[in-house]
Structure formats: C-alpha cells, structure tokens
C-alpha cells in the first residue's frame, strides 16, 4: 500500500498491485487493472519510488518476503534420487 495525494489534495491509500500502468501527462494518471483511473499530485517517478520502497520493506532488499529462509531444510543423505525411488 502506498500513500498517494488525489489532484484535490484528498489523501489516499492506493493498493500499489494492481496499477496497471501511470502516465505522465501534466498530471499523473494511474489506471488500476479494475478500469478505474486516478489523477494525483505526486510525479511518475515518486510513485514508482513509493512502490519500490513499499516492495523492499515486504520483500526485503533481497526479494524474499522477511522470516523465509532461502532453502528448505532437508536431511543430508547420500543416496541419490534413483535409489530414493527404488525405495518408494
């Protein structure tokens, strides 16, 4: 969620998935997946920084969300995966 300001200086809280696309014409338009359109205050640029920096504080600066850990942990084993078969 990114906090964005309407062209009447209404604040708003803008759900950053689902914009489909902004355009930078003297005001900047947000058109969201839904049809709808919204005009606001803040350049192109700005909300594409807020959408990032949004993504990094979810995400992390590695792209994962926080608390996953980077590989399940599995059992060391020697066997390889056809005698894991056979077994089965």
């Known amino acids: 969620m990114i906090r964005l300001t309407r062209l009447n200086r209404a604040p708003i809280v803008l759900n950053s998935d689902l914009i489909e696309h ?4 003297p005001d900047t338009v947000i058109t969201l997946t839904t049809g709808q359109i919204l005009r606001v205050r803040e350049s192109a640029d700005d909300v ?25 942990p599995f059992p060391e ?6 005698q894991q ?3 089965g």
Do not use: S
């Open 48 to 72: 594409v920084e807020r959408i990032v920096d949004f993504r990094r504080r979810i995400y992390g600066p590695e792209g994962r969300p926080a608390g996953l850990r980077q590989d399940p």
């Open 77 to 82: 084993t020697n066997e390889t995966l056809d």
């Open 85 to 87: 078969r056979d077994l």
């Open 22 to 25: 902004i355009e930078a014409t």
